[in-house]
C-alpha cells in the first residue's frame, strides 16, 4: 500500500503505523466526488421530471432516465445499507439506526425509490413499450422522490462542514472500526 502523505496525515503517530487513516483524504476526495457526481445526475433528472410532467404537453421521460434512475437507487440501497450495518454491529442494536432524523429519512428515501422502480418494472411488464414511467400507475410521487433525494445534499454539506471544523477530524476513535469488525 502506497502511504499518501497530506496536510491531516503528517503527524509522526500516522506517519509510523500503516493504519487506514493514512488513507482518509483518499477516501474522502472519493467520497465527495462520486456523491458530487450522483447529485449532478439527481438534478439533472428532476429537471427533466419537471420538463416532461410538469410543464404542458405532458411528454415521456427519455428511454435511459429509467437505467440511470436504478443506478441511483443502488448508489441509495448500498449507502443506507452501509449506514445500517455499521449501527447494527457498533450499536449491537438495529432500532438505534432510526433514532437519528438523516438515517430514517434516507431510509425511507430508499424505499419510496425502490417502490417507484417496482412500479415502473410492473408497468413495463403489462406495456409493450419497453420504457414507460409509469405516470398512470404512481402518479407524480416520481417528482417528489427526485426532491428528497436532492434534499440529501444537506446532510452531506453538514458531513463536509464537521470535517471542516475540526482539524482532528481524522484521529476520531470511531473511525478504527475495532467496533464494526
Not at 28 to 53: E, N, P
Not at 74 to 91: N, P, R
Not at 131 to 148: H, P
Request: aromatic share 12%; net charge negative; hydrophobic share 50%.
Amino acid at each position: 500500500m502506497v502511504i499518501e502523505h497530506t496536510p491531516l496525515t503528517n503527524s509522526a503517530k500516522l506517519r509510523s503505523s500503516k493504519h487506514i487513516s493514512q488513507q482518509i483524504s483518499f477516501y474522502l476526495l472519493y467520497y465527495f466526488t462520486v456523491y458530487a457526481f450522483l447529485l449532478m445526475i439527481q438534478l439533472g433528472m428532476l429537471v427533466i421530471t419537471i420538463d416532461t410532467k410538469w410543464i404542458l404537453p405532458h411528454t415521456k421521460e427519455p428511454a435511459w432516465i429509467f437505467p440511470i434512475d436504478i443506478l441511483l437507487e443502488c448508489m441509495l440501497i448500498i449507502e443506507v445499507g452501509v449506514h445500517m450495518f455499521v449501527y447494527v454491529k457498533s450499536k449491537r442494536n438495529w432500532k438505534v439506526f432510526f433514532h437519528t432524523k438523516e438515517r430514517a429519512m434516507d431510509f425511507a428515501i430508499a424505499c419510496l425509490s425502490f417502490m417507484m422502480i417496482m412500479l415502473d418494472i410492473m408497468k413495463n411488464k403489462e406495456d409493450k413499450d419497453i420504457v414507460n414511467a409509469g405516470e398512470e400507475v404512481a402518479g407524480r410521487i416520481d417528482l417528489l422522490r427526485d426532491i428528497v433525494r436532492v434534499a440529501r445534499i444537506f446532510e452531506f454539506m453538514y458531513i463536509l462542514n464537521e470535517i471542516i471544523n475540526d482539524p482532528d477530524w481524522h484521529s476520531n476513535p470511531s473511525l478504527f472500526m475495532e467496533d464494526v469488525f
